[in-house]
């Protein structure tokens, strides 16, 4: 029997080593987000920081080990076999959440989760327990579960979201007020008494404070305590002279060393307050499994009291734990698609936006107007003018082939995120509160942008939208990860050993296949025949583009109707469902498209607005095309779906007929797009368009004479005469792009 808890802990290794992977691919956006949004330090040297800011935290983090041992349940309530059941449930339940979000690129919190599923585990083991006893009722629940140290931690994790967004607005709008968006000038006066206090602040917290939670403290406890406030003084001091010497004898900005040391400490402070929820409870096995090896009892009868014992932790497994985070920050792939959300939300400028707005959103943003008027009615017109002269953000006027290249943020927020978040997060830490640095960094984030306006009445709606989706998914993890966790723990302990390895593979299967669908997801995003935005400034530089878009979506249109009217005609429901997401996908890029019209135009020189016009009608031919193909697939998609007749066999030859007609002359006027070769569009292609209409309008008038002598199905009717109507308006489409390309080359040729 033995054997069997030793083959959980090797498990239990495995899966530390996974989670170590997968967590810090969802909160590595924690610490890398401010650095990379501002671009104030270049990538890898932003990534050599961090990793020395992991090395580091890895050692601060065996105070915080505790929080796996007994910060959620009462350990001596429960026996070794139990203990081990709640561990191995709490393991294989992290790994697959946390996967799950970094596939949708949805920040999570990985403190969050590993709470909620050791009070899940521990919740159902002890319900267990209590319905195998004859003494114990319900009631008793709370013999077995540290709700106080539960509560506590709980409700640090839930005030955290209203802590760091208020701290992060305030400090962030007086720190604009300060120095405005323009601040060259006054960064010479006031950018060391700045520096100072934000390196102080830094420095501090992380450095002084975080050394309470490891082992090396008690070394230097006389000198550190009592004497708080003068180091502070002392520290802010010669900090405030470092800063001034660094800008005037260096000709520095010092915002930069801020950013990096920032990056470096919240790097330091996530290592060690969330290393627990990777290692902890393998660590917390590990000392449960050694007491009672030692001990000679059965695994059914030895409480686990030991675990209410401080047990140092072994410093070579946290650098080993922190190497594994480093190579996971340089070489995740779906880190990078989880920073997009957040640098997207707390971005200054416009953009395509990644979520919609809600009920919710317009409510928010509309009250939030409100209060805005009414509170520069109650201030002087002077001190709102004043006010309003500091946020006034500069003209940067760059090529839109550049625009990417700009910053999200300037350099004084990202000090202030950098800074906010590293204070919070260390206090916590040094409270061994395990406070999410997820909730902290984003909100914080959030908070900023807020205070600098960076929602503005054209974005808000959808960055609201977005705040609010991202922390219902943490509502939406804490739920999940109890429940699953509780699951898990019910079914390792109903199936032993048997359980275990097949929610093992279930496990490592389910991994695999998010690892393929994030890799073809990221293929999709690079697929060559994704649509691209116009960048050409001249008429014939916007026909070249746009020729290359009509190419692509004709072939993305051939593929979808063919996918259509063979999945109709099979009833084939998952051929269907395909050819639908295909064309919302490509409805989504025209869209996107449609969004960029403004900025083109406005990167127009004045010789070439002609092209602006062309443009505009070719974005608008295509996004007629692609409805055409969006509705026909989403009518067949709903028959096939509600079950209702097949079409008839005359139906489906004349369908098929019109299709591979409709495919062939699409195909041709690929080719002609793709080789430039206008001229050809009239007379032969024009002609076979006329053609293939009139073999539609045949069939309209052969279902019409079917439909009174022979139909006896409405709906199969209705679902015909649609597709049929849908692609009369698809080949007019086609036809109006191709009247568009051969009257803008015979004026170009004249």
Same mark, same amino acid.
């Given at each position: 029997?033995?054997?069997?808890?030793?083959?959980?802990?090797?498990?239990?290794?495995?899966?530390?080593?996974?989670?170590?992977?997968?967590?810090?691919?969802?909160?590595?956006?924690?610490?890398?987000?401010?650095?990379?949004?501002?671009?104030?330090?270049?990538?890898?040297?932003?990534?050599?920081?961090?990793?020395?800011?992991?090395?580091? *935290? &890895?050692? /601060?983090?065996? +105070?915080?080990?505790?929080?796996?041992?007994?910060? @959620? $349940?009462?350990? !001596?309530?429960?026996?070794?076999?139990?203990?081990?059941?709640?561990?191995?449930?709490?393991?294989?339940?992290?790994?697959?959440?946390?996967?799950?979000?970094?596939?949708?690129?949805?920040?999570?919190?990985?403190?969050?989760?590993?709470?909620?599923?050791?009070?899940?585990?521990?919740?159902?083991?002890?319900?267990?327990?209590?319905?195998?006893?004859?003494?114990?009722?319900?009631?008793?629940?709370?013999?077995?579960?540290?709700?106080?140290?539960?509560?506590?931690?709980?409700?640090?994790?839930?005030?955290?979201?209203?802590?760091?967004?208020?701290?992060?607005?305030?400090?962030?709008?007086?720190?604009?007020?300060?120095?405005?968006?323009?601040?060259?000038?006054?960064?010479?006066?006031? *950018? &060391?008494? /700045?520096?100072? +206090?934000?390196?102080?602040?830094?420095?501090?917290? @992380? $450095?002084?404070? !975080?050394?309470?939670?490891?082992?090396?403290?008690?070394?230097?406890?006389?000198?550190?305590?009592?004497?708080?406030?003068?180091?502070?003084?002392?520290?802010?001091?010669?900090?405030?002279?470092?800063?001034?010497?660094?800008?005037?004898?260096?000709?520095?900005?010092?915002?930069?060393?801020?950013?990096?040391?920032?990056?470096?400490?919240?790097?330091?402070?996530?290592?060690?307050?969330?290393?627990?929820?990777?290692?902890?409870?393998?660590?917390?096995?590990?000392?449960?499994?050694?007491?009672?090896?030692?001990?000679?009892?059965?695994?059914?009868?030895?409480?686990?009291?030991?675990?209410?014992?401080?047990?140092?932790?072994?410093?070579?497994?946290?650098?080993?734990?922190?190497?594994?985070?480093?190579?996971?920050?340089?070489?995740?792939?779906?880190?990078?698609?989880?920073?997009?959300?957040?640098? !997207?939300?707390?971005?200054?400028?416009?953009?395509?936006?990644?979520?919609?707005?809600?009920?919710?959103?317009?409510?928010?943003?509309?009250?939030?107007?409100?209060?805005?008027?009414?509170?520069?009615?109650?201030?002087?017109?002077?001190?709102?003018?004043?006010?309003?002269?500091?946020?006034?953000?500069?003209?940067?006027?760059?090529?839109?082939?550049?625009?990417?290249?700009?910053?999200?943020?300037?350099?004084?927020?990202?000090?202030?995120?950098?800074?906010?978040?590293?204070?919070?997060?260390?206090?916590?830490?040094?409270?061994?509160?395990?406070?999410?640095?997820?909730?902290?960094?984003?909100?914080?984030?959030?908070?900023?942008?807020?205070?600098?306006?960076?929602?503005?009445?054209?974005?808000?709606?959808?960055?609201?939208?977005?705040?609010?989706?991202?922390?219902?998914?943490?509502?939406?993890?804490?739920?999940?990860?109890?429940?699953?966790?509780?699951?898990?723990?019910?079914?390792?302990?109903?199936?032993?050993?048997?359980?275990?390895?097949?929610?093992?593979?279930?496990?490592?299967?389910?991994?695999?296949?998010?690892?393929?669908?994030?890799?073809?997801?990221?293929?999709?995003?690079?697929?060559?025949?994704?649509?691209?935005?116009?960048?050409?400034?001249?008429?014939?530089?916007?026909?070249?583009?746009?020729?290359?878009?009509?190419?692509?979506?004709?072939?993305?249109?051939?593929?979808?109707?063919?996918?259509?009217?063979?999945?109709?005609?099979?009833?084939?429901?998952?051929?269907?469902?395909?050819?639908?997401?295909?064309?919302?996908?490509?409805?989504?890029?025209?869209?996107?498209?449609?969004?960029?019209?403004?900025?083109?135009?406005?990167?127009?020189?004045?010789?070439?607005?002609?092209?602006?016009?062309?443009?505009?009608?070719?974005?608008?031919?295509?996004?007629?095309?692609?409805?055409?193909?969006?509705?026909?697939?989403?009518?067949?998609?709903?028959?096939?779906?509600?079950?209702?007749?097949?079409?008839?066999?005359?139906?489906?030859?004349?369908?098929?007929?019109?299709?591979?007609?409709?495919?062939?002359?699409?195909?041709?006027?690929?080719?002609?797009?793709?080789?430039?070769?206008?001229?050809?569009?009239?007379?032969?292609?024009?002609?076979?368009?006329?053609?293939?209409?009139?073999?539609?309008?045949?069939?309209?008038?052969?279902?019409?004479?079917?439909?009174?002598?022979?139909?006896?199905?409405?709906?199969?009717?209705?679902?015909?005469?649609?597709?049929?109507?849908?692609?009369?308006?698809?080949?007019?489409?086609?036809?109006?792009?191709?009247?568009?390309?051969?009257?803008?080359?015979?004026?170009?040729?004249?």
């Amino acid at each position: 029997m033995e054997n069997i808890y030793l083959i959980m802990i090797v498990a239990l290794v495995v899966l530390a080593i996974a989670d170590l992977v997968v967590g810090v691919s969802n909160d590595a956006v924690n610490f890398l987000n401010s650095a990379i949004g501002s671009k104030a330090i270049p990538f890898k040297t932003i990534m050599i920081v961090a990793s020395l800011g992991i090395f580091c *935290g &890895a050692v /601060f983090s065996s +105070g915080m080990m505790e929080v796996a041992r007994k910060g @959620i $349940f009462v350990p !001596g309530e429960f026996m070794f076999n139990e203990i081990m059941i709640i561990f191995m449930a709490v393991m294989i339940t992290d790994i697959l959440l946390l996967d799950f979000f970094n596939t949708l690129g949805m920040p999570t919190s990985t403190t969050v989760s590993i709470v909620f599923e050791l009070l899940g585990a521990a919740v159902t083991m002890a319900l267990i327990k209590i319905g195998a006893s004859d003494s114990q009722t319900f009631s008793d629940l709370l013999i077995y579960i540290n709700t106080e140290k539960a509560f506590q931690i709980i409700s640090g994790i839930l005030l955290s979201v209203i802590i760091a967004f208020s701290v992060g607005a305030l400090v962030q709008y007086v720190s604009r007020l300060i120095f405005s968006f323009h601040y060259d000038k006054k960064i010479k006066y006031l *950018g &060391a008494l /700045f520096g100072g +206090g934000a390196l102080t602040a830094i420095t501090y917290f @992380i $450095f002084m404070k !975080g050394l309470k939670g490891t082992p090396y403290y008690k070394d230097i406890k006389g000198v550190l305590e009592g004497n708080e406030i003068m180091i502070i003084f002392i520290s802010f001091i010669a900090l405030t002279i470092l800063s001034q010497i660094y800008m005037s004898v260096l000709k520095k900005n010092i915002f930069i060393p801020i950013i990096a040391i920032g990056t470096f400490g919240l790097a330091l402070a996530f290592a060690g307050n969330d290393l627990v929820n990777f290692i902890g409870v393998p660590m917390a096995a590990w000392h449960s499994y050694e007491a009672w090896t030692t001990s000679g009892i059965d695994a059914t009868a030895f409480s686990m009291e030991a675990l209410d014992k401080k047990v140092p932790t072994e410093p070579l497994l946290l650098f080993l734990a922190g190497g594994i985070m480093v190579l996971t920050l340089w070489f995740s792939k779906k880190a990078r698609s989880v920073a997009d959300t957040e640098i !997207g939300l707390s971005r200054q400028g416009e953009g395509a936006e990644k979520f919609k707005p809600n009920t919710l959103s317009r409510s928010v943003v509309r009250f939030t107007i409100l209060v805005s008027k009414y509170t520069n009615t109650v201030l002087p017109t002077s001190v709102v003018q004043k006010i309003d002269k500091q946020f006034q953000k500069p003209v940067i006027t760059v090529s839109k082939s550049k625009s990417h290249e700009l910053p999200a943020f300037d350099q004084v927020r990202a000090s202030v995120n950098l800074m906010v978040a590293g204070v919070l997060i260390s206090i916590a830490t040094s409270m061994k509160l395990p406070l999410s640095t997820t909730y902290v960094t984003f909100m914080v984030a959030m908070g900023t942008s807020l205070a600098d306006r960076a929602w503005g009445s054209e974005s808000a709606v959808y960055r609201v939208a977005g705040v609010f989706n991202v922390i219902g998914g943490w509502f939406g993890t804490a739920i999940i990860a109890f429940i699953a966790a509780g699951i898990m723990a019910l079914l390792i302990n109903l199936g032993g050993p048997a359980a275990i390895a097949v929610l093992l593979l279930l496990a490592i299967l389910l991994l695999a296949r998010n690892y393929i669908a994030h890799n073809e997801k990221t293929k999709e995003l690079k697929a060559e025949d994704r649509l691209s935005k116009a960048e050409g400034s001249s008429i014939q530089g916007v026909i070249e583009e746009s020729a290359d878009n009509i190419s692509k979506a004709l072939k993305r249109v051939c593929k979808i109707n063919d996918m259509t009217i063979k999945g109709l005609i099979n009833q084939d429901l998952a051929l269907l469902k395909k050819a639908r997401n295909n064309v919302n996908k490509l409805e989504a890029e025209i869209e996107d498209l449609q969004s960029e019209i403004f900025y083109f135009i406005k990167e127009l020189d004045d010789s070439y607005l002609r092209a602006s016009k062309f443009y505009i009608d070719v974005t608008g031919s295509l996004q007629d095309l692609a409805q055409s193909s969006s509705l026909i697939a989403k009518i067949s998609h709903k028959h096939v779906n509600n079950n209702h007749k097949a079409l008839k066999k005359k139906q489906a030859a004349e369908l098929l007929d019109i299709n591979n007609k409709l495919i062939d002359l699409l195909n041709v006027i690929s080719k002609i797009f793709d080789s430039r070769s206008f001229e050809k569009i009239v007379p032969e292609i024009v002609e076979g368009k006329v053609a293939l209409l009139n073999h539609v309008e045949d069939s309209i008038q052969l279902q019409v004479e079917r439909t009174r002598t022979e139909e006896s199905s409405p709906k199969n009717a209705t679902l015909y005469f649609s597709i049929l109507l849908e692609t009369k308006d698809l080949i007019k489409s086609n036809l109006e792009i191709l009247n568009l390309y051969y009257e803008k080359n015979e004026q170009l040729k004249n």
